[in-house]
């Protein structure tokens, strides 16, 4: 652990159990598979593989998942849903076809389909999050994949589904409308209006077979969209009363060395939210609506999109190696870091998928016949998933500030904290986002009951470049803190350079 530099100040915040932000929705410790490079074939899917299961799974695989706690998973995209058939991946493996994915350059051969989905999703205690296409196809296709999947029978439809030997209805509740609309790079890209009218028309149809579902609508692929807010307004003006949720996406990446603006991308992230949120209650103004649409960041992780892929790629390759970034420390506390801004608007975002699950900008990676292992992302959103679960309390820091090129002064400190609606017990999350300094944390628990410290787990490193691999798979691990201590109601500690941590608090007496 790094002495604490005597002449930073502390930072502080104080507890108390009157000022909530709202409920944690499980939904928040989502992911995201899409049949994108390896996510799926090697990656969750390989059969042959020693650890493989009869359906092929990968069950090394699924016990990092089930340790990461996801809740759900939205599938099979992303863009990849935008020329998706959906009945080309049902039914007898060896009669389905092989097809060109246009979104990816990708030959995609559909041997992992619909039913291996929802039967890995039933593995790993994970809700499945269905995305329908409405690029390259619409109305009908949405409600025939509907029927399929969550009809009970006596139908040509669900009785295929049977015949395809899942005889009990998938009972999938929450559905995509589509995937960043608003992307001239996505197959049938549209404009909002367009979009809104296909949309609105498409969750019309799907509510006629089940008036229960929840459905998303796409919000703007980022919030750097020249047709940022004005899309979500036009959409939400068709759709309002029909959708249950807006989507957002967001990745962030350190570009030219600005590590203190990239540290700080949680700032852009919890603005994203703000606006979205923002937009969504202006047209329930202007429609004199009673409901609140909530937001889904169904696509959200650092991704270093600018750096040029190592891996030699061929245009139409099967499973080709994309986007298989990998994690240094530094990515970790930014992970973290945005873990935290969603967890500081639980009340709005209330659902959310990481993207993505495996191999693919994933916090889980994998060799071909070889091993699987954890990257330093995997360790801040397993502990969310785990601790993070009740009420978020609102949190206001009083911290000391850096400079940034991108987004001015910024608190070195980035923190929330749950309440445990069962236990009573509180987990702390907080980063420093120094890069030298340990920055000193007074926690004011007047307002709470926190007697004891449970643990407090950094996740740092002496080495902000250092990384996990399958050679090293354990380089990069949380440890435990020292020095952390509770007395008359005040809490103290020191926050490591550069470092997420978890601490952990109890009523209970030691």
Request: proline share 6%; with cysteine; aromatic share 8%.
């Amino acid at each position: 652990m790094s002495e604490p530099d005597s002449t930073t100040p502390a930072a502080r915040f104080t507890l108390d159990s009157a000022f909530a932000v709202g409920s944690v929705n499980p939904r928040l410790y989502g992911s995201f598979v899409e049949h994108m490079g390896r996510c799926v074939y090697t990656g969750l899917y390989e059969p042959g593989h020693p650890a493989a299961d009869a359906d092929g799974l990968r069950q090394d695989v699924l016990a990092l998942v089930r340790e990461l706690g996801v809740t759900t998973v939205r599938y099979p995209g992303g863009n990849f849903v935008s020329g998706y058939r959906w009945e080309d991946s049902v039914g007898p493996r060896e009669e389905r076809p092989t097809r060109l994915d246009l979104a990816w350059k990708s030959t995609e051969t559909n041997e992992f389909g619909l039913g291996e989905f929802v039967d890995f999703c039933g593995k790993t205690g994970m809700e499945p999050m269905m995305a329908v296409n409405l690029g390259t196809r619409g109305v009908e296709d949405a409600v025939r994949l509907l029927e399929y999947s969550n009809h009970p029978g006596g139908t040509e439809l669900s009785d295929r589904r049977a015949a395809h030997g899942d005889k009990e209805p998938y009972g999938i509740r929450m559905w995509c409308l589509g995937n960043e609309m608003d992307g001239p790079w996505q197959t049938g890209h549209k404009t909002p209006e367009e979009y809104g009218r296909l949309a609105a028309e498409t969750a019309r149809a799907m509510r006629q077979v089940d008036p229960g579902l929840e459905l998303v609508a796409c919000g703007s692929s980022s919030s750097s969209m020249p047709t940022f807010a004005s899309w979500e307004s036009t959409v939400l003006q068709a759709t309002y009363d029909l959708v249950d949720y807006v989507s957002l996406h967001a990745y962030y990446e350190e570009i030219d060395g600005d590590r203190d603006s990239f540290l700080a991308s949680a700032v852009d992230m919890e603005h994203f939210i703000e606006s979205v949120v923002a937009t969504c209650d202006h047209v329930r103004a202007r429609l004199k609506a009673k409901k609140h649409i909530n937001l889904s960041f169904d696509e959200w992780n650092v991704w270093y999109q600018k750096r040029p892929n190592p891996h030699a790629v061929e245009e139409w390759q099967q499973a080709p190696r994309l986007l298989e970034d990998v994690y240094t420390v530094t990515d970790a506390v930014v992970f973290g870091s945005l873990l935290i801004a969603l967890l500081r608007h639980a009340d709005r975002v209330t659902s959310a998928s990481l993207a993505q699950l495996v191999n693919v900008i994933a916090p889980i990676m994998t060799e071909p016949g070889g091993p699987a292992w954890r990257q330093t992302t995997f360790y801040p959103f397993a502990q969310a998933s785990a601790y993070g679960r009740g009420t978020v309390l609102r949190v206001e820091v009083d911290s000391p500030t850096y400079p940034t090129a991108r987004f001015g002064d910024v608190p070195l400190l980035h923190a929330t904290a749950v309440t445990d609606d069962e236990t009573g017990d509180i987990t702390v999350f907080a980063v420093n986002r120094s890069q030298t300094d340990a920055l000193p944390l007074e926690i004011d628990l007047r307002g709470v009951d926190a007697r004891a410290v449970v643990e407090h787990l950094v996740l740092a490193d002496s080495d902000p470049e250092a990384t996990n691999t399958a050679d090293r798979p354990d380089r990069v691990t949380p440890h435990a803190a020292t020095g952390t201590t509770l007395t008359d109601g005040v809490l103290h500690a020191e926050l490591e350079p550069l470092s997420w941590n978890m601490i952990r608090l109890t009523h209970q007496q030691n």
